[in-house]
């Protein structure tokens, strides 16, 4: 029964991670000049990864 509940939040965070880098990439195609850089992809990744300090992050910046 564990395993199967890690499995289920590994899953989980693995869907967040997607959603998020998906979403940095395409607010960088709204927002830029269309293209995907390397560099944008870099970043996307990096908050893909981290996706809940990301989601954190966004909404404290966005109260500013």
Not at 8 to 29: K, Q
Not at 36 to 64: H, K, Y
């Amino acid at each position: 029964m564990r395993r199967r509940a890690w499995l289920i939040g590994l899953l989980l965070y693995g869907l967040g991670a997607g959603i998020d880098f998906a979403y940095h990439l395409i607010d960088d195609l709204r927002s830029g000049d269309e293209a995907i850089e390397f560099s944008e992809v870099a970043v996307a990744f990096s908050a893909g990864l981290f996706w809940p300090v990301d989601i954190v992050a966004m909404a404290v910046l966005a109260t500013r």
